[in-house]
């Protein structure tokens, strides 16, 4: 059996590494996320900063600085490009995967089960996307991940009570130097609730529960003590209530604003397993929760949706960390439906559906390739995609028919590799419309006289960091950015002619609306040269008649 264990961790490990790791090179640092932490780490390697994070050569209080540490690292130690900002969310992202399937050997107690369970993890949607980009979300989830894991590790097993519940609360105390504190309420929360559920709240009075908080306090209070410190109010007003406070009470995005946001989000990011994911919550809330594991999913999602739910900012990536409460739900489904034969004929009917989107999908391409076809000049793209979209499909029925289910499965999981495969053969295509590189190329060196680069909103932080120049950012409003920026902000034309005074000649990457704004400002007094239009940017030069 351990054995057969070691064999499943290498092939969940192989492929994981292949999902997350593979063409994270290929595309430069994206705006205005991605330039954001990799602009940050950049600053505190720069500055030999390694206790405030910095932005725009000043600090910037939006995250703890755990997830800038290891970028800065990566940079320090393999010098810097996309792969190495992308490495750490990459590899806490196979660590993620190997953790949900050692939860789900100690849960369900089903190699299988625990096996599935990883296996639609690592192969789901936003999950694959979010491993494969520089953010804080995915290191601070799989913090909470293994924080459980090692929660459930004290619950089953009491000889290993001690270094359970330790173990909990040293990732409760690094989720927090990620991210925020908020992860000790998650995972407080759904253990709680995970108690209630089986009636043993009693476990928390174990002498371990007061030791653990004070790991929890070692590991995560001396850096917020020192921002205090040497900060005061301006760390605790940007950090607690811009950030937290006020993102609860303010949509920064408010397309977002919806109740069904984050449903959508789950069923949605959990492609392709979504039809598996939707059936296996149906038969729990006509069932009810009856396994240890069934409570355990369940405390995991509330206590992610509780605390974000209700607030009116709204994003995908807040909610990462209940996707693999997702994946053991539908690992325990999948488990089940294969080993009861009765589960078979409706096991049989989600497949078929299941094959029917990538099939859809390979059509779509094609007639995505009739309208759009002008942004991607060869036509070995779409046909590919199409086409192997449409095989998997076909292979997944041809095992279905013929009661294949298991390997059907596994066909299904690699629906996504057609399309990762598309994006590693398009990325000099779509490269243009997702970073800053290409147009930073145009800006010259300070020493043309050019000191300062006009800017829209969106490529403020990717030209700062792919350049070094100072910028300047073009906006309708005086505040476009939620937390606060260090650069100046042109929102009326006498702030714009100004900086064009200022300077022999000045450089600008900005949006169309804005470009056509500065040919009319300049007109008869300066001439605005149309450098090239790389994707939605207009790359401009501008100098006095």
């Not at 409760?172 to 709680?192: D, E, R, Y």
């Not at 497949?351 to 779509?364: E, H, N």
């Amino acid at each position: 059996m351990r054995t057969f264990i070691l064999k499943r961790l290498a092939i969940l490990f192989l492929v994981s590494c292949a999902l997350f790791l593979a063409g994270n090179n290929l595309v430069s640092i994206t705006d205005p996320d991605e330039a954001f932490y990799s602009l940050t780490a950049h600053e505190m390697v720069a500055h030999h900063e390694w206790m405030t994070p910095l932005i725009f050569g000043q600090p910037q209080f939006e995250k703890p600085p755990l997830t800038y540490w290891l970028i800065a690292a990566a940079f320090k130690t393999w010098g810097e490009s996309p792969f190495t900002a992308r490495l750490y969310p990459a590899l806490f992202s196979v660590l993620g995967v190997l953790g949900l399937y050692f939860i789900g050997l100690m849960g369900f107690k089903d190699e299988r089960k625990a096996f599935l369970s990883a296996l639609a993890l690592a192969t789901s949607a936003f999950y694959i996307g979010m491993g494969k980009t520089v953010f804080t979300d995915m290191i601070f989830s799989v913090f909470i991940l293994y924080a459980f894991a090692f929660f459930l590790l004290a619950y089953t097993d009491p000889r290993r009570q001690a270094v359970g519940l330790l173990g909990f609360y040293a990732c409760g105390g690094l989720s927090a130097l990620t991210k925020t504190p908020l992860g000790f309420v998650i995972l407080h929360m759904a253990v709680l609730l995970f108690l209630l559920y089986q009636r043993r709240l009693n476990f928390m009075r174990s002498v371990w529960v007061p030791v653990g908080l004070m790991v929890f306090l070692a590991v995560s209070l001396p850096w917020y003590a020192a921002m205090y410190t040497h900060y005061g109010h301006a760390f605790t007003h940007e950090f607690f209530f811009n950030d937290h406070w006020r993102r609860f009470m303010e949509a920064e995005h408010h397309g977002n604003d919806h109740w069904f946001f984050y449903p959508v989000t789950m069923l949605a990011g959990m492609f392709p397993w979504s039809l598996f994911l939707g059936t296996a919550c149906f038969e729990l809330f006509r069932k009810g929760p009856g396994s240890l594991m069934d409570h355990f999913s369940i405390s995991w999602l509330v206590a992610v949706l509780v605390v974000f739910q209700p607030a009116h900012s709204k994003l995908a990536s807040y909610i990462l960390p209940l996707f693999p409460a997702l994946a053991l739900m539908t690992g325990n489904f999948l488990g089940d439906a294969l080993s009861q034969i009765q589960q078979r004929p409706k096991m049989e009917k989600l497949l078929y559906a299941s094959f029917v989107m990538p099939a859809l999908l390979g059509i779509l391409v094609l007639a995505l390739h009739k309208l759009y076809g002008r942004y991607v000049p060869t036509m070995l793209p779409s046909f590919f995609l199409s086409g192997a979209l449409i095989t998997v499909a076909g292979i997944g029925v041809a095992l279905t028919i013929r009661g294949r289910l298991q390997g059907a499965l596994y066909v299904l999981a690699l629906s996504l590799a057609p399309i990762l495969a598309t994006l590693f053969m398009v990325h000099t295509y779509i490269e243009k419309y997702v970073s800053s590189h290409e147009a930073s190329a145009y800006i010259p060196p300070r020493s043309s006289g050019s000191t300062t680069v006009l800017v829209s909103k969106y490529n403020a932080r990717g030209i700062h960091y792919y350049t070094g120049q100072k910028v300047a950012v073009l906006n309708d409003s005086p505040q476009p950015f939620f937390s606060p920026h260090p650069i100046p902000i042109l929102d009326t034309e006498k702030k714009i002619m100004h900086l064009l005074a200022s300077q022999k000649v000045t450089y600008g990457v900005v949006r169309k609306g804005y470009y056509r704004q500065l040919v009319k400002y300049c007109a008869g007094h300066y001439q605005v040269k149309l450098l090239s239009v790389l994707g939605a940017d207009y790359v401009v030069r501008v100098k006095a008649l």
